[in-house]
């Protein structure tokens, strides 16, 4: 009885050593795994002025305040647009961009304000960066712009890119 009490001992010990070294493992596993998911959450807050979507790639690259052809105030918002699919593609029928000012939408300009305003609708080739830009009318006040970027077409509210523009 002795004899076997002992060996159960032993062989209980070994058997809750090993437990112990299995969770350790799993724990530093897990520590590696959550490390990983802050690490790439942490770039997708460093690159929020870019993102490629059905390999076409949007990168935000400026805004300014400037008059249109009818000499209205707007904002304009410059993008640098990639086309790496597999047919011809334009901005303005990819895209859909948005800005709100205290929470209400900014009507779109319907003047051109400058050429890159006018490359919004061309057509690229596969391959191709074009720089484009889209203005929106502004009317008093200078209160932060949020931009939201979504899928011309699509069936869900994805935001592709969303961020706040601050006026001078």
Not at 47 to 74: P, Q
């Amino acid at each position: 009885c002795l004899i076997l009490s002992l060996i159960l001992i032993v062989s209980g010990a070994s058997i809750n050593g090993s437990n112990n070294e299995d969770n350790e493992q799993q724990s530093e596993g897990t520590t590696v795994e959550s490390t990983a998911v802050e690490e790439e959450k942490k770039q997708e807050k460093e690159s929020t002025n870019e993102f490629t979507y059905e390999k076409m790639t949007v990168k935000y690259l400026r805004h300014e305040i400037s008059e249109n052809a009818a000499g209205d105030d707007v904002l304009i918002i410059y993008y640098e647009f990639t086309n790496n699919s597999k047919d011809n593609a334009a901005f303005d029928y990819s895209f859909s961009d948005k800005c709100f000012q205290n929470g209400v939408e900014l009507e779109e300009s319907i003047f051109h304000a400058n050429d890159e305003t006018k490359n919004s609708d061309k057509e690229i080739q596969p391959g191709t960066t074009l720089e484009v830009a889209s203005a929106f009318m502004l009317g008093d006040s200078m209160y932060t712009v949020t931009l939201e970027i979504e899928p011309w077409v699509s069936f869900t509210d994805k935001k592709l890119m969303t961020l706040d523009l601050e006026l001078e």
